[in-house]
C-alpha cells in the first residue's frame, strides 16, 4: 500500500531447515532442536514441498513409549499410523498447506489462523521452496517506530484524498494507534482515508477524528 510492504516475500526467512521424505525420526528431531523450530518443511526432487513434519507429527510415538497397548485403543488411526513411523515421509502432514512470496500478509495471517498451524513454507509456482513465514514473522510489523508510520501516513495517504489546498489534516501515532484530525472539503472520504491507514504496515487501530471544512472550529 502506497509504499509499504505488504508481501510474504519481504518478510520470510529465506535460511530454511528442511529434510527429505527419507529423513529419519531421530534426524528430524535433532534439526529442529538444533534450528529452535518446531515443524520442518518435507522436500522432494529439487526442492519442492511435499508435506510438513510439526513436532505435533512426532509426538504420537511418545505417547505410545509407555503404554503402547492402552496408547493404541486412544489414538485415531491417522496416528496410529504415525506413531509407527520412522522416516519423515511417512510423519509429514501432507499436502503441505503454502504460502506464495506475493502473497499479503493478511492473506498469510488468514491461511495460519484456519489451518491452525504456526509456521507456512513459501513456494513459488513450481512449488519450491523459498522461505518459511511464521506468526512472529507477521508480528514484526507492529514494532515499527510510530514516527515511521505518521510519515507514511503524511506522505502517501493524506495527500492522496485530502489535497492540502481543500483540506488540513493532521496525524498522530501513538504505540501504533493512529490518529487523523481536523477539517476536511470531503467527509465521504473519511472512511476510506480510515481504511487506507489501517492497512500500513505497524498500525495497531485507527482514530478518525475529521470534520467538514464547513462546520465552525471546534472550541
Known sequence: MYGTSHLVGDIMTCSVAAVGRWASFKDVVGLMHDREVSALPVLAGPGRVVGVVS???LLPTEELRDSPEKGYALLPPAEVVKAGA???GDLMSSPAI???PRATLAEAARLMARNKVKRLP???ERGLLKGVVSRGDLLKVFLRE?????DEVRRDIVPLLFPPRDSDVGVAVHDGVTRLSGRV???SLAPVAARL???VEG???VECDLTWKGDPPRS
Open 55 to 57: 513436532e505435533a507429527d
Open 86 to 88: 520412522v522416516t519423515a
Open 98 to 100: 503454502t504460502v506464495r
Open 122 to 124: 513459501v513456494v513459488d
Open 146 to 150: 510510530d514516527d515511521d508510520i505518521a
Open 185 to 187: 472539503s470531503d467527509m
Open 197 to 199: 491507514v489501517r492497512a
Open 203 to 205: 498500525v495497531v487501530d
